[in-house]
């Protein structure tokens, strides 16, 4: 379904689309969403198989879609209202969303959850320091630290500061002034804070590998957690699972060879926002693993047909499902293995 008025929407996001499952569980936990840039609700519903899980946990999926910025649909990473609680940008809209499903479906306000890729994982980085009372948990693929275009005029590939993306920032700023940039979001909060799991690919093109050890820092340093081990071949081949503390508040996996938005590990993000039982070690469903052999995308991958690609948008790649014509003006060109770019 459908959903326009759940309350507060200050930047006038676009109308949220709701997946609910046929058989709803009581007091569900609630998850949220979020799309690259150049995507939409619908988009990422059909990238990141979350609603297999939905259908099997009985937990409604809220996904939002951007406002327009710069003509694409990235997410407000970059402006004060955005980065403020109830500062008046899409971060309290989408929070919005969030306290209507909560009464909508009865949900579990202990078990709110958002996972996002690209410009949604830096926008769930942005949530979990803006709202770290309503988040319990922030599984972000291919993201920034919060805050990181902080003091840019946008957070899309267009934008002429491009010092977050490229990784210029994470070399310079400390774990400590990362950690004040999230504190700041939200001053005087001393609740408890969302769990963070970061996914980065080493060979990320379009967000440096430098933002993975950035937002760890982050999160690491807010939580007040020290790194203890590293576990290889985890949750699957070439992938490495980065340990903090017990590994229930913060985890990283770095990808070997990875690119931009390494496949969507369902079942060790479930397991690690405590909804499956377990210690996951091995993907389900739809994914695909990092090691599968395939011919490399060369622009024309399969994938969606009958729809387009906004500029800046993904348009194929291993796992891809979506759209892969792009729209006029920019033509799907070729990253890595596993992303490929309309532009």
């Given amino acids: 379904m459908t959903v326009t008025n759940w309350?507060?929407?200050?930047?006038?996001l676009p109308a949220l689309l709701v997946y609910t499952p046929s058989n709803l569980a009581s007091n569900p936990p609630i998850v949220v969403g979020l799309h690259p840039c150049g995507g939409s609700g619908p988009q990422f519903m059909a990238e990141f198989d979350i609603p297999a899980f939905a259908d099997e946990l009985g937990f409604p999926v809220l996904y939002p879609t951007s406002g327009v910025e710069d003509g694409i649909n990235c997410w407000d990473c970059w402006s004060n209202k955005s980065l403020s609680h109830n500062g008046g940008g899409e971060s309290q809209g989408v929070a919005a969303m969030v306290s209507w499903a909560l009464k909508h479906f009865n949900g579990d306000p202990s078990r709110v959850f958002a996972i996002g890729a690209s410009s949604g994982g830096m926008f769930g980085n942005v949530l979990a320091a803006t709202y770290p009372n309503l988040f319990a948990g922030i599984a972000s693929w291919s993201g920034v630290p919060a805050g990181c275009f902080a003091g840019a005029t946008s957070s899309t590939p267009a934008n002429p500061d491009q010092s977050c993306a490229t990784g210029a920032k994470a070399r310079t700023l400390s774990a400590a002034q990362w950690a004040a940039l999230a504190l700041g979001s939200y001053p005087g909060y001393t609740g408890a804070r969302p769990k963070m799991l970061i996914t980065h690919g080493t060979a990320d093109t379009v967000v440096s590998i430098l933002n993975f050890n950035a937002q760890l820092a982050?999160?690491?340093?807010?939580?007040?957690?020290?790194?203890?081990?590293?576990?290889t071949g985890d949750p699957t081949a070439n992938w490495k699972r980065i340990v903090y503390g017990d590994g229930t508040k913060l985890i990283g996996f770095e990808v070997a060879g990875g690119g931009h938005i390494p496949p969507f590990q369902d079942k060790a993000t479930f397991q690690f926002f405590g909804l499956l039982g377990g210690t996951a070690t091995t993907t389900v469903g739809t994914t695909t693993s990092a090691t599968t052999t395939t011919t490399s995308n060369t622009g024309t991958p399969s994938g969606g047909t009958g729809c387009s690609t906004a500029k800046y948008?993904?348009?194929?790649?291993?796992?891809?499902?979506?759209?892969?014509?792009?729209a006029s003006g920019s033509t799907c060109k070729f990253s890595n293995d596993y992303y490929s770019q309309c532009l």
Avoid: A, E
Wanted: proline residues 3%; hydrophobic residues 25%; neutral net charge.
């Fill in 313 to 326: 948008g993904q348009c194929g790649g291993i796992g891809f499902t979506g759209c892969t014509t792009c």
């Fill in 218 to 231: 982050q999160w690491s340093t807010v939580l007040g957690l020290t790194f203890t081990r590293n576990i």
């Fill in 7 to 12: 309350g507060d929407n200050p930047s006038n």
